[in-house]
Nanobody, 123 residues
């Protein structure tokens, strides 16, 4: 069974940075896509970024483009989300996701979800 464990969330001031990590276990991930979604209180779940495991093709939502960078360390089965120039509107619970598929920006396309990590950006 695939397990995803996020870490790296916390409280940061506007303009600051955080780096989220997602450690995957329970399978071989050569054909998986990984991604991040976020959900703020009272709002819909929102796509943030996704990456294909082998090809390394990364896709980032327009709302975070130029500020967030997605990368992976294949040998460690770990995916990272580097978040710079954080804004109060980035405050949300961030979820790591994975599935045996090409990348997607739709939550329904990802079977496996982590427990989420809270990111809070103060103004």
């Amino acid at each position: 069974q695939v397990q995803l464990v996020e870490s790296g969330g916390g409280l940061v001031e506007a303009g600051g940075s955080l780096r989220l990590s997602c450690a995957a276990s329970g399978s071989t991930f050569g054909s998986y896509a990984f991604g991040w979604f976020r959900q703020a209180p009272g709002k819909e779940r929102e796509f943030v970024a996704a990456i294909t495991w082998n090809g390394g093709s990364a896709h980032v939502a327009d709302s975070v483009k130029g500020r967030f960078t997605l990368s992976r360390a294949s040998a460690e089965n770990t995916v990272f989300l580097q978040m710079d120039s954080l804004k109060p509107e980035d405050t949300a619970v961030y979820y790591c996701v994975a599935d045996r598929a090409p990348w997607s920006n739709r939550a329904v396309d990802f079977t496996f979800w982590g427990q989420g990590t809270q990111v809070t950006v103060s103004s």
